[in-house]
T-cell receptor, first 114, second 111 residues
């Protein structure tokens, strides 16, 4: 199993550009989520999904869109990049039932917006 | 508003020391508390606690939860330089699997 994979690892965008961060998992996990990590602020939840076709907002959803058309994939779209979105982005997944909070994280995408 | 607060934010110790990291929370619909270790890459899972007073242990690391006082501690005994990392506390809220993270504690262990 590859676990949770994310692409790209690094990305530089200009203000106003859009892009999609890819996330995939091969563990048949129902729950997937996106976090951003900024210095001194831990991880903040952007969006999450409890299954294919179902998504919901986290703490900091503004400027981001998600969709979940399959169990495996959960892309994060930046609609119009801003310098405030410079961050490290992590995708995570977990199974249903008791272990749903034991989330497995992808390797992260370091995004810089200039 | 749900929140998770960790203390201290950073800590420098020497190899062999014992450290205690703290995590307090105010979260509605509490389901579980988790500890993660992050070493310059993705967080890796350490413990999940759901019941008060039951210690979870893995080698030199142990953790316990107090649901009455709304806090947890993570103890690391006989620290090694490989323990240097950010330690993240998170609380699982509701039945959706949503996690709320604290700011993290950066631990540096000097030789």
């Amino acid at each position: 199993n590859a676990g949770v994979t994310q692409t790209p690892k690094f990305q530089v965008l200009k203000t106003g550009q859009s892009m999609t961060l890819q996330c995939a998992q091969d563990m048949n996990h129902e729950y997937m989520s996106w976090y951003r990590q900024d210095p001194g602020m831990g991880l903040r939840l952007i969006h999450y999904s409890v299954g294919a076709g179902i998504t919901d907002q986290g703490e900091v959803p503004n400027g981001y869109n998600v969709s979940r058309s399959t169990t495996e994939d959960f892309p994060l779209r930046l609609l119009s990049a801003a310098p405030s979105q410079t961050s490290v982005y992590f995708c995570a997944s977990s199974a249903r039932q008791y272990s749903r909070y034991e989330q497995y994280f992808g390797p992260g995408t370091r995004l810089t917006v200039t | 508003e749900d929140k998770v607060v960790q203390s201290p934010l950073s800590l420098v110790v020497h190899e062999g020391d014992t450290v205690t990291l703290n995590c307090s929370y105010e979260v509605t619909n509490f389901r579980s508390l988790l500890w993660y270790k992050q070493e310059k890459k993705a967080p890796t899972f350490l413990f999940m606690l759901t019941s008060s007073g039951i210690e979870k242990k893995s080698g030199r690391l142990s953790s316990i939860l107090d649901k009455k006082e709304l806090f947890s501690i993570l103890n690391i005994t006989a620290t090694q330089t490989g323990d240097s990392a950010i330690y993240l506390c998170a609380v699982g809220s509701s039945n959706t699997g949503k996690l709320i993270f604290g700011q993290g504690t950066t631990l540096q262990v000097k030789p």
